[in-house]
């Protein structure tokens, strides 16, 4: 499976940004797809994850009621929109693809990995 990330820019505090990840060569609906970043300096995180069908979804107490992750199927993309962002949401991006159920992912959960996408927040 190939992912590749895009959306991400320079944005204002309090401002939104929307992600896509799209998936190719491989069945996208048969796997759970995760969000991590990884800022400058620091370990890379896990944001949120959703569930092969996307009923299911978990976050981060960073991104809990502030980021939303969705799906659809049938463009074999997943999303992480980002609403009132802060300066400290800066960092790298990425999407990555598990066969796990979902749930809080660690790094070494996930079998494969897209290109990350720069998103930097100014105050």
């Known amino acids: 499976v190939q992912l590749q990330a895009s959306g991400g820019g320079l944005v204002q505090a309090g401002g939104s940004l929307r992600l896509s990840c799209a998936a190719s060569?491989?069945?996208?609906?048969?796997?759970?797809m995760g969000w991590f970043r990884q800022a400058p300096g620091k370990e890379r995180e896990f944001v949120g994850s959703?569930?092969?069908?996307?009923?299911?979804?978990w976050y981060s107490d960073s991104a809990k009621g502030r980021f939303a992750i969705s799906r659809d199927n049938a463009k074999n993309t997943v999303y992480l929109q980002m609403n009132s962002l802060k300066p400290e949401d800066t960092a790298v991006y990425y999407c990555?693809?598990?066969?796990?159920?979902?749930?809080?992912?660690?790094?070494?959960?996930?079998?494969?990995w897209g290109k990350g996408t720069q998103v930097t927040v100014s105050s």
């Open positions: 990555a693809a598990t066969t796990r159920y979902g749930g809080y992912l660690y790094g070494g959960d996930m079998d494969y």
């Open positions: 060569g491989g069945t996208f609906s048969s796997y759970s």
């Open positions: 959703i569930t092969w069908s996307g009923g299911s979804t």
